[in-house]
């Protein structure tokens, strides 16, 4: 998964693709990103992280055919209704939900968006 934007190469974060070549020779590495393929320097390997498991936010916008989402009550901050409705909605064919029936009933029923505090009105003034 790309971590960060490369305008240069045209991908962005959260595009996930495949690892198709390694040359150590000439310090370089192919990647599959969707129809195209993308050379990356061993210096630009930063810029990647494996994407076995990846957050509900990273994921917003893209598909997969199966996901797993854990709905514990031990994070509790996290079970909010938006969250597992985007979680739930990433999947093409299978969802499973590794849960406790209250934590999904406590997911479920808290629809209360957390206000932020950005101060972003007074960024925008300057």
Same mark, same amino acid.
């Not at 076995?52 to 901050?77: C, D, M, W």
């Given at each position: ?27 370089? $590495?192919?990647? #599959? ?10 210096? =630009? %390997?930063?810029? @990647? /992280? ?27 901050? $996290?079970?909010? #209704? ?10 093409? =064919? %299978?969802?499973? @939900? /590794? ?28």
């Amino acid at each position: 998964m790309q971590i960060t934007n490369n305008y240069d190469k045209e991908v962005f974060n959260g595009d996930i693709g495949h690892i198709t070549a390694l040359d150590p020779v000439n310090q370089v $590495m192919a990647v #599959r990103l969707d129809d195209r393929q993308v050379e990356y320097d061993f210096s =630009e %390997l930063d810029e @990647l /992280v494996h994407a076995s498991a990846i957050s509900v936010h990273k994921s917003r916008g893209s598909e997969f055919r199966a996901v797993v989402v854990p709905v514990l009550t031990q994070h509790y901050l $996290m079970l909010q #209704r938006n969250l597992l409705y985007t979680a739930v909605t990433r999947a093409r =064919e %299978l969802v499973v @939900l /590794v849960d406790s029936r209250r934590a999904i009933a406590i997911a479920v029923r808290n629809n209360r968006v957390v206000e932020r505090h950005t101060a972003l009105d007074a960024r925008l003034r300057v």
